[in-house]
């Protein structure tokens, strides 16, 4: 049992702008369950994907079974004896489960064709070992959640692996799938295989594991046995860290109640929700991966109009149904992804930042190319966008720039409640610093801020009020911030308290 | 103002000086290709896929596609002259009535789309079908005949110019404003480069998509006017192979197929090329055949250009 199996001696990675990992070591020992906790952001999938060959480290060195490898691709981990199992299935929905066991590695009997029998064979073993009761000839599509978890598993054991790496496994599953899941993993261990469970539920590292090695900011905070540590010396672990950024100073003037919402819910995402924001403050939401937070500002936004439950904008009550009625309404949403739902790249910084409002440039026919630029350039005066002109195409500007054009094209909306979805996600430390800058001041000019954010300095930093979000419920509302710990918001965000 | 212009069109700088490389060639390896007219009979046969290229370029911006347009063209080009033979004095509201029956399939087009959400590609594909059953109901040999005055459209000269040409350079600079300087062009560049972006940006989806696919069956209606006006019959098999070439013109401009990229002046680089090969080839007495394996390996070669860019 107390043979080791996997190492890793001081993994470095960057990306441009951030240390994802930092000289990261730690060490996994034959057969057991070894947890991996540590905030969003703290450089879990990062560590994940160089252990699947997806990613490669700047420095360090990997031990699997003793010797050094270097890991090449998904491909070669697979043949050296490690799986994973991705938060987003890898499974092909119109194929047979026997079918997505052994893609790519399909048994072929005599001749040019498959051995379909030994292959559903082979899977109805599997799958029963599992104590998994899925006919090898269902399609995935037809699956559930848990069966599909389970075809992953089986999937994943029929190459012969040694460590299955489960990225949060249970972030979709229901309380009784759990149990299953645990009786799974804790088979699994009998047999000898090692498991790497990536969590930020720490009621199931108390629950299920055997060790667990804290990530923060990317670097290691050590590996414990789990019967040494509590709760409360978990999240400390977790968070708690000195400030290295610095947030505009507070003012106390809040006005009219800007958002109002009242039993929102959006099955099976959002669950009575509750909450206010008013002219003049930051509200922070705080949540972690999963917990409902972007489909909270999404419904406000228009998105999905099949809610149920009161908004109520400027004491009006809404039925948002569509975007467009959000934005004439006053709402503005600045999304998580820039790339993928605030920018079109191709088209420039002025026509990106138009967008919304290019019916107000219309003289008779044609646009008004003058009102526009005038308009955007005013934008990007106060914004400070750094750009070399107004046609540059926005895939060339750098990340913390992109930003701001997104910023810039809903402040051109001229909104009453703007929705920051992770606001400095992936941009440097500067420019983060001018983003709170800028929130700060459109508080103060009376706009109601909701900032949504997994980033606790951020929250604590920034907002002057906090609601906490757990699996769709908002958990925990903090009145005063200057007076909550990063240990106290952890404890709701994990599920540890409930109310 | 003209450096940023030649700035922002920079990627279609490499298309014309293919197109030039062309004309070069051209003229060294045939005599007759110099002659005036022969130059201006390049452009008259230019025009009808200029002129339906123009509304592909609009779809394929949308990261849609309009495959009915070859069968559009055939029908309206059988429905205008077979109309017209027996009523010369009709010649007006006969343009409108294949206009608006061009606008009417597109609008049909752009419900299957949205509202149906058949993709692009198959919703059109499945109008083409339909429209080619239509017209070889309606005839199945060319049929009609048109005016004297209707001739002037595709014919007639102003002066050394052919009318045909300068109708297409009104079109293409009509378009260039709506692209350019219309919310509707913008929209349409949005929704093609990021659907999702355009969205949340409170564009309004099912109207720019029907746009798109009203003005695309526009075109090809005007398309079927002009061959009509230019064959003085009408042949129920004239559009075959249209919406494919066209398509192929759009491409080799520079406009990518996943949409928001490109634009109109490369189409019309795109179309000059396409209509100088095959004018090139005649005069040097090619083969059919041989004409279909030169083209086909200098559109791989072009769009791979492309790609190879990127």
């Not at chain 1, 790519?104 to 599992?130: C, D, I, S, T, W």
Request: charged share 20%.
């Amino acid at each position: 049992m107390e043979q080791e199996i996997l190492r890793v001696e001081k993994i470095t990675k960057k990306f441009p702008g951030v240390v994802a990992l930092d000289q990261v070591s730690f060490s996994v020992k034959k057969g057991e369950v070894h947890a991996l906790v540590g905030e969003n952001g703290a450089g879990k999938s990062t560590l994940m994907k160089i252990l699947a060959g997806a990613l490669q480290p700047d420095e360090g060195t990997i031990y699997l079974k003793g010797q050094e490898v270097t890991i090449h691709h998904t491909q070669h981990a697979r043949e050296l004896g490690i799986s994973i199992i991705y938060q987003e299935f890898n499974l092909l929905p119109d194929l047979s489960v026997a079918q997505n066991i052994f893609l790519g590695r399909e048994k072929v009997g005599k001749g040019p064709l498959l051995n379909y029998r030994a292959m559903v064979q082979e899977a109805q073993e599997l799958l029963h070992q599992l104590g998994a009761e899925i006919s090898p000839y269902a399609l995935v599509r037809e699956l559930g959640v848990a069966q599909q978890q389970q075809v992953e598993i089986a999937k994943a054991l029929s190459v012969n692996a040694d460590v299955v790496i489960m990225d949060e496994p249970t972030a979709s599953l229901g309380e009784h799938e759990v149990q299953k899941l645990f009786q799974i993993i804790t088979s699994l261990k009998n047999r000898g295989v090692t498991v790497i469970y990536i969590s930020h539920r720490l009621e199931e590292i108390f629950t299920i594991t055997d060790s667990v090695t804290v990530l923060k900011d990317g670097k290691c905070m050590g590996t414990y046995p789990v019967r040494e540590l509590d709760e409360m010396k978990l999240v400390k672990l977790m968070v708690g860290r000195t400030f290295s950024e610095t947030f505009p100073p507070r003012s106390g003037e809040k006005g009219e109640v800007v958002l109002e919402i009242k039993n929102l819910s959006l099955p099976p995402v959002l669950r009575e929700i509750n909450l206010t924001v008013r002219r003049g403050e930051i509200v922070g939401l705080f949540g972690l991966v999963g917990a409902g937070r972007t489909e909270l500002a999404k419904t406000i936004f228009g998105v999905y109009p099949h809610y149920q439950g009161h908004i109520a904008v400027r004491g009006k009550m809404l039925k948002l149904n569509s975007c467009r009625r959000a934005i004439f309404h006053g709402i503005s949403y600045v999304p998580e992804d820039r790339k993928e739902e605030g920018l079109c790249l191709e088209l420039s910084v002025k026509e990106n930042s138009a967008l919304p409002i290019l019916d107000r440039f219309k003289q008779t026919l044609l646009l008004s190319d003058r009102a526009m630029e005038t308009t955007v350039q005013r934008l990007v005066e106060s914004l400070r966008i750094k750009t070399p002109s107004l046609r540059q195409r926005v895939k060339f500007l750098s990340g913390g720039n992109q930003q701001k054009v997104v910023l810039a094209k809903w402040l051109a909306t001229e909104p009453q409640l703007i929705i920051f979805d992770e606001p400095t996600r992936g941009i440097d430390v500067g420019a983060k610093a001018e983003i709170y800058q800028i929130m700060r001041e459109l508080a103060n000019q009376g706009n109601g801020i909701l900032m949504i954010s997994s980033e606790l300095p951020e929250i604590l930093g920034l907002s002057d009020r906090i609601y906490v979000m757990y699996q769709g419920r908002v958990v925990r509302e903090f009145t005063s911030p200057e007076n909550v710990t990063e240990e106290e918001i952890m404890v709701y965000a994990t599920g540890l308290s409930k109310v | 103002m003209k450096i940023s212009f030649l700035h922002r069109h920079r990627s279609v700088l490499g298309i014309y000086g293919l197109l030039i490389g062309f004309l070069v060639l051209s003229s060294f390896l045939s005599p007759q290709f110099r002659t005036s007219y022969n130059i201006f009979n390049l452009f008259r046969q230019a025009v009808a896929y200029g002129l339906l290229s123009i509304g592909q370029t609009i779809a394929i911006l949308s990261a849609g596609i309009d495959l009915s347009v070859g069968s559009l063209v055939s029908l309206t080009a059988c429905l205008t002259s077979g109309i017209m033979v027996g009523n010369p004095h009709l010649v007006v509201p006969i343009i409108l009535f294949i206009l608006a029956l061009g606008i009417g399939v597109g609008a049909g087009n752009g419900l299957l789309i949205t509202k149906l959400r058949v993709p692009p590609f198959i919703a059109t594909l499945a109008t083409s079908a339909f429209l080619q059953g239509a017209v070889l109901l309606y005839t199945k040999k060319p049929v009609g005949g048109v005016t004297r005055g209707f001739m002037f459209f595709a014919n007639g000269q102003l002066g050394m110019i052919p009318f045909a040409l300068i109708f297409w350079i009104a079109m293409i600079v009509l378009f260039l404003f709506l692209l350019q300087k219309t919310s509707l062009g913008l929209h349409i560049y949005a929704v093609g480069g990021n659907r999702e972006v355009a969205r949340l940006s409170g564009v309004n989806l099912f109207k720019t998509i029907m746009m798109v696919y009203i003005l695309s069956a526009g075109m090809a209606a005007l398309t079927g006017l002009f061959i009509a006006s230019r064959l003085g019959i009408g042949d129920p098999l004239i559009g075959q192979g249209m919406e494919l070439e066209s398509i192929t013109a759009v491409l080799m401009g520079g406009t990518t197929f996943a949409g928001g990229k490109g634009g109109l002046i490369g189409t019309v680089a795109g179309v000059l090329i396409i209509s100088l090969i095959n004018n090139i080839l005649n005069l040097m007495n090619v083969q059919g055949f041989w004409q279909w394996i030169i083209k086909g390996v200098i559109v791989v070669v072009v769009v791979a250009f492309y790609r190879e860019k990127e």
